[in-house]
Structure formats: structure tokens, C-alpha cells
């Protein structure tokens, strides 16, 4: 895990607990994490968001309140775009991962037998567990 990832996941930590701040939260080189509300707190249909940009494309969304996370490789297949989607998906969420086989990238479930041809977005169950391994990591090199 790059600095930069472990960063990016400590703000998006952040923001899990500060469900009132709105607007940018953090930027760093190429990376950004900002958070944003629609609708009314404590009314149906309010949404509260926190998105994660890279080099100003939306490669993450993540939906505290519903337990959900959806992520793109923005029509860029890159090392980058990889490893960042990979970080998310390791540390919010349980299993999933994105390979690389012959050149084409993978979207890998739980197990081996779920993996699929990775289509440019996919969405997943957001969890935050406090003893995950990639989280204890990541707070240690932010």
C-alpha cells in the first residue's frame, strides 16, 4: 500500500465519523476525498456521499448510510487505477479484489469461482471493520 492510499482511506475513516462536514475534505497530488449530501438529514431520501477522485475522475463513491460502495476504472485500466480500486475494495469491503489475466482485468468475489470479467464499475457491500488488517495498515503509514 502506496502513502497515498493509506492517506486516502484515513480520510474517507474520517469522514464515516463526521457525517456533517460537506465539500472537500482532502487533496493530495493526485488523489481527493470529498464528501456531499442530498436531500434533508433525518428524511427519506437524504443520501449522504463520499467521493474519491483520481486526477479528477470519480473512481469511488461511497454510501455510509446504506451500506454500499460503487467503484469505476473511468475508462482508465491503468497500475494507478488498479491499485487504488484495490485498496478501497480491500479495506471497505470483504473479499472482493480486482486481477489482471492476459491482459484483462477481473472482478473477483469471495472466492475464485465468483470471478468475473470486470466491466468498468462495479458495486459492492460497504463494511468497516475495525480489525481489518489493510485499515490497521493503512493508519499506520498515513
Request: aromatic fraction near 12%; proline fraction near 2%; glycine fraction near 8%.
Given at each position: 500500500?502506496?502513502?497515498?492510499?493509506a492517506q486516502t482511506v484515513q480520510?474517507?475513516?474520517?469522514?464515516?465519523?463526521?457525517?456533517?462536514?460537506?465539500?472537500?475534505?482532502?487533496?493530495?497530488?493526485?488523489?481527493?476525498?470529498?464528501?456531499?449530501?442530498?436531500?434533508?438529514?433525518?428524511?427519506?431520501?437524504?443520501?449522504?456521499?463520499?467521493?474519491?477522485?483520481?486526477?479528477?475522475?470519480?473512481?469511488?463513491?461511497?454510501?455510509?448510510?446504506?451500506?454500499?460502495?460503487?467503484?469505476?476504472?473511468?475508462?482508465?485500466?491503468t497500475r494507478t487505477t488498479?491499485?487504488?480500486?484495490?485498496?478501497?475494495?480491500?479495506?471497505?469491503?470483504?473479499?472482493?479484489?480486482?486481477?489482471?489475466?492476459?491482459?484483462?482485468?477481473?472482478?473477483?468475489?469471495?472466492?475464485?469461482?465468483?470471478?468475473?470479467?470486470?466491466?468498468?464499475?462495479?458495486?459492492?457491500?460497504?463494511?468497516?471493520?475495525?480489525?481489518?488488517?489493510?485499515?490497521?495498515?493503512?493508519?499506520?503509514?498515513?
Amino acid at each position: 500500500m502506496r502513502k497515498i492510499e493509506a492517506q486516502t482511506v484515513q480520510a474517507v475513516r474520517e469522514l464515516l465519523w463526521n457525517p456533517t462536514f460537506s465539500g472537500r475534505y482532502w487533496k493530495a497530488g493526485n488523489m481527493e476525498v470529498e464528501q456531499s449530501h442530498n436531500g434533508v438529514h433525518g428524511t427519506p431520501g437524504y443520501s449522504r456521499q463520499i467521493h474519491i477522485k483520481l486526477h479528477g475522475n470519480e473512481i469511488a463513491c461511497v454510501w455510509p448510510d446504506h451500506n454500499y460502495v460503487w467503484l469505476s476504472d473511468c475508462g482508465y485500466q491503468t497500475r494507478t487505477t488498479k491499485s487504488r480500486l484495490n485498496v478501497i475494495l480491500g479495506c471497505f469491503t470483504s473479499g472482493f479484489s480486482i486481477t489482471q489475466k492476459n491482459w484483462e482485468w477481473m472482478f473477483k468475489g469471495i472466492t475464485w469461482d465468483e470471478c468475473r470479467e470486470w466491466c468498468g464499475s462495479v458495486s459492492c457491500t460497504f463494511k468497516l471493520h475495525a480489525d481489518n488488517w489493510m485499515l490497521k495498515q493503512a493508519a499506520i503509514l498515513a
